[in-house]
């Protein structure tokens, strides 16, 4: 495998269901981000991760839960969902400097997920 | 909070024709821009990077210029092809990613 995997790539779900996204990493980058992408609407960043430590949360509902067990995984899991929560969820990794610069981020094929 | 702008949303032209993608955003203490190509459904591919001192990044048919002090950027696509179809987003970073809504191109044969 190379670049960036998620799994699964398509995902059904009622609203009482718990369920995980998982993101898998091969380039070796020390950055790992969740995004979520709406119909006709700016990705919006959710939740970023340096060294496996959460640096960012967009005000991002508890329902979702970001693990990242390494610097490798990155996981997104999910419980109680409502219907417009439904989307596309992307992974992307990059590795930052210490200056807070960073080279580009190398996206996932995404998880396509609908909430019944 | 920076806010980044993409104008049109839309583009069909004829194969053949050079594509011309508008970018703005508010906030210019950005690290970097970048352009991405997205396929239906699909993940983005990283198509171009300017670093902040850069004026423009060139790759094959694809210019991309940075204008930072008024806040804006430009993809062209010249000799556009049916394969060069798809939704091209711009995003900056300042501290995080900053995306468009993007410009969805179609390139009719």
């Known amino acids: 495998e190379t670049g960036v995997t998620q799994t699964p790539r398509h995902l059904v779900m009622g609203m009482t269901n718990k369920k995980s996204l998982k993101c898998e990493q091969h380039?070796?980058?020390?950055?790992m981000y969740w995004y979520k992408q709406s119909a006709k609407k700016p990705l919006e960043l959710m939740f970023v991760?340096?060294?496996?430590?959460?640096?960012e949360n967009n005000s991002v509902p508890s329902r979702f839960s970001p693990e990242c067990p390494n610097s490798s995984h990155l996981f997104l899991h999910l419980h109680t969902l409502q219907p417009e929560d439904s989307a596309l969820y992307l992974c992307?990794?990059?590795?930052?400097?210490?200056?807070?610069?960073?080279?580009?981020?190398?996206f996932g094929p995404g998880t396509r997920l609908l909430v019944l | 909070k920076q806010e980044v702008t993409q104008i049109p949303a839309a583009l069909s032209v004829p194969e053949g024709e050079n594509l011309v993608l508008n970018c703005s955003f508010t906030d210019s203490a950005i690290y970097n821009l970048q352009w991405f190509r997205q396929d239906p459904g699909k993940g983005l591919t990283s198509l171009l990077l300017i670093q902040s001192s850069q004026r423009e990044q060139t790759s094959g048919r694809l210019n991309a210029s940075l204008d930072k002090s008024s806040g804006r950027s430009t993809l062209y696509i010249a000799a556009s092809q049916p394969g060069d179809s798809a939704t091209y987003l711009c995003a900056v970073y300042d501290y995080k990613l900053s995306f468009g809504a993007g410009t969805t191109v179609t390139v009719r044969a």
């Open positions: 992307a990794s990059s590795q930052t400097g210490t200056s807070g610069d960073e080279e580009t981020q190398y």
């Open positions: 991760y340096n060294f496996k430590e959460q640096t």
């Open positions: 380039l070796g980058h020390n950055a």
